[in-house]
């Protein structure tokens, strides 16, 4: 007896597989690649400021028109993947509230609060300039230490000189690291830590099963993976 699968395969051929391997298996492939890459480092990408994920966000937020189509399309002839999407995307809800608890908890602790302070008070003298001159556009004392506690909850090291809080956090970054790596703190780090393995497991089982469904529908139909160009003849 044939399986719906093999019943739906009869439907399609190899212009809409193309067309399925140029849009959407090309942007989910090479957005969950880099998605990956940046929580093995735990590299959140945090913002304080639009309270979001900068470089990870639900496949669908910024997918073409086109790849969307192409993607509710595809969904009907393999509809298990839905789930898998599904499972992606609430990992990247999951990791942006336990960004954004950690964060707030950061601001509102009373150690983080005295490092700050200390902190505003020593660089003048220290760096031989203000201390908003720092934080480039920003104004306030609150969005100021809002910015260090992305930093904080992102994970960052030393910065390239050209951002602006380079001078001011990597020469204090050692000083508000010390001041959240506290018991207090810890609940809030091993839930941002867990959150983010969890998206990445859930990266890796989507990966697996779009590469594997990738490569069977190339075989099947002879479609090469990737689109054949001039410079290939």
């Known amino acids: 007896m044939k399986t719906s699968r093999q019943t739906n395969r009869k439907k399609y051929g190899p212009n809409i597989v193309r067309a399925w391997f140029d849009t959407f298996f090309q942007y989910a492939l090479e957005r969950l690649a880099r998605e990956r890459t940046l929580l ?29 189509e192409n993607l509710e399309q595809f969904l009907t002839f393999y509809p298990e993947v839905e789930g898998l999407l599904a499972a992606h995307d609430r990992g990247v809800e999951r990791l942006l509230e336990a960004c954004t608890v950690f964060h707030d908890a950061i601001i509102r602790d009373p150690r983080f609060q005295m490092a700050f302070e200390t902190v505003a008070a020593e660089a003048p003298a220290a760096l031989g300039a203000d201390f908003s001159s720092h934080f480039g556009a920003l104004s306030s ?11 904080l909850v992102n994970n960052f090291g030393d910065l390239p000189s050209y951002w602006a809080t380079s001078r001011l956090w990597n020469r204090y970054r050692a000083r508000f690291a010390e001041a959240v790596a506290t018991a207090a703190m810890e609940p809030f780090r091993l839930s941002t830590e867990a959150a983010g393995l969890e998206l990445m497991e859930a990266i890796d089982r989507l990966l697996d099963t779009l590469k594997s469904i990738r490569s069977e529908l190339s075989l099947k139909f002879d479609v090469p993976l990737a689109p054949e160009t001039a410079s290939a003849r």
């Open 40 to 68: 093995v480092d735990r590299k959140w990408t945090f913002r304080f400021d639009s309270r979001s994920l900068e470089y990870i966000a639900t496949l669908g937020k910024h997918m073409p028109l086109s790849a969307r």
């Open 141 to 151: 004392m609150t969005d100021f230490a809002s910015i260090i506690a992305v930093y």
